[in-house]
């Protein structure tokens, strides 16, 4: 007759519980609720040897937004305000507000006297071109 113990095994207790913080984790609710993740989204593309890069910045007046570059890193911050009507009581709150500071860096150097920003209807672009020195040359063999 075989004898069974009257207490779970621990480590199914322990791989059942790392299950569940990994699908919690995994589930974005904690993110959505803390505003978790890298703000601003961005996407970099590369066209030739110089670098495009896209941002969302909905409601953000430029005047509030920071743009720098050195060497292969870019770095944008600002402040976002999200305003509240006049003696409304805020009910639900999903719209984050106050500073960002984000810094991505690059694979090559990037020349920032020619860097050029445009920014329309909350979207900003930024042309980053290669730094000269940092560009391959070829070398004749003599």
Known sequence: MKTRALFPDPFDALAGLQQAMDTFRSSGWLTSMSGGGSYPPLNVFRKGDDYIV?????????????????????????????????????????????????AVSLPVEIDPDAVKAEYHDGILALYLPRAERDKPRSIQIG
Do not use: C, M, Y
Request: aromatic share 2%.
């Open 54 to 102: 896209i941002t969302e910045l909905p409601g953000i007046d430029k005047s509030k937004l920071e743009v720098q570059v050195k060497g292969n890193t870019i770095r944008l911050a600002g402040t976002k305000t999200v305003g509240t009507p006049e003696k409304a009581s805020v009910h639900r709150r999903e719209r984050l507000a106050g500073r960002f500071d984000r």
